[in-house]
């Protein structure tokens, strides 16, 4: 068995602010495993945050081929991808390990989900992210994007004065009255602030609000959670299986990312988990072609919230097959993960 991999650069449509950083694009390897005239596709994304950059994807992505040289079939690579999460950074295993899904189940002529006898789903409603922005520019975006279908909006939080955070929001509802919204500070609030401000926003209908205070902070996540009505989720202090076992009691649930817990497997382990502890799961994502969504799509039967909009983000997105640019991903069609690559402009 061999893998293969080549980058390129994912541009974003606009820039895109949180509150702790500015992207507007980012590198894409993407990884092939190829099991005789069938090929199983990933992709890893590079993340500042995660410290992987081009050179650690391509050195990690050369030590997990030497690895893999002596399996005989995908399955092999399969039972080995445990042991991969353990020793190399987990989004390029996690790339590694939609490869093979992907051709373990166009072996079988399956459909992904089916192949691993998934949660069945036809469509389901995906968030769009709305980063930190002024506020008419958030307003317009909120009724741009419910016109254009959205009925479930990612508003980004954590702005130097939280009466900004306040101030747009309360924007965004009004804008947009009948979409969910989810909030996103990306750990920025300590918990003292997160509760003011949530209070202040008691009418803005917030369905869910993600990592208030920064990872690591669990004391503080535990005291978020005890203080408002609102279900508080962890995102970045639930990246990995062993995580969910240090979280506190009393969140409302966790966001779960293929890229940060190692893949298809491992985020099985964790919606089981997460689902036998009573907290709701959101699926999330990076900012990522339809290959790198992919992965996750075929568990969004299982999730309370979707937020696959990686894709959606981009100024070209490279693969097609999952939708979503009217709120709506849908079940991707044909054998494996069901996307495929765009013809290139003549």
């Known amino acids: 068995m061999t893998v293969t991999w080549t980058a390129t650069t994912l541009e974003l449509a606009r820039p895109l602010h949180i509150s702790r950083a500015t992207m507007t694009g980012r590198v894409a390897v993407w990884v092939a495993v190829s099991a005789g005239d069938h090929i199983g596709h ?23 081929g030497d690895r ?3 399996c005989a079939d995908p399955g092999e690579i399969r039972a080995l991808l445990p042991r991969l999460r353990a020793e190399f950074p987990l989004p390029v295993v996690a790339a590694v390990d939609s490869a093979v899904h992907d051709v373990l189940a166009r072996l079988a ?3 992904l989900a089916e192949y691993l006898d998934l949660p069945r789903w036809d469509a389901v409603p995906t968030a769009y992210t709305i980063g930190l922005m002024p506020l008419g520019e958030a307003v317009s975006t909120a009724r741009r994007l419910t016109g254009a279908g959205f009925t479930v909006l990612k508003v980004k939080a954590g702005a130097p004065d939280p009466a900004e955070d306040i101030a747009r929001v309360r924007a965004i509802r009004a804008a947009a ?33 993600e990592q208030p205070v920064a990872a690591g902070d669990l004391r503080g996540l535990a005291a978020v959670a005890r203080r408002i009505p609102i279900p508080v989720l962890a995102d970045e202090d639930a990246a990995t299986i062993a995580d969910l076992d240090r ?21 099985r382990t964790m919606l089981d988990r997460a689902q036998a502890r009573g907290l709701a799961v959101l699926l999330g994502c ?45 079940r991707p069609a044909g054998p494996g993960l069901g996307v495929r690559r765009r013809r290139a402009a003549a």
């Open 42 to 64: 990933g992709e890893v994304v590079g993340s500042p945050r995660l410290g992987l950059d081009r050179a650690a994807i391509d050195t990690a992505l050369r030590a997990i």
């Open 68 to 70: 893999i040289a002596g």
């Open 109 to 111: 002529g399956l459909p």
């Open 177 to 209: 009255p009948e979409a969910e919204l989810l909030l996103d500070p990306n750990g920025a609030w300590d918990a003292d602030t997160a509760v003011t401000v949530l209070d202040a926003l008691a009418g803005a209908r917030i369905a869910a609000v």
């Open 247 to 267: 979280l506190p009691a009393g969140l409302g649930g966790v966001n779960i990312k293929l890229a940060e817990c190692g893949g298809i497997d491992a985020a």
């Open 286 to 330: 990076q900012a990522a072609s339809s290959l790198g969504i992919a992965p996750a799509v075929q568990l969004a039967g299982a999730a309370r919230w979707v937020d696959l909009d990686g894709h959606l983000l981009l100024a070209h997105d490279p693969w097609t097959g999952l939708g979503g640019s009217d709120g709506i991903l849908r």
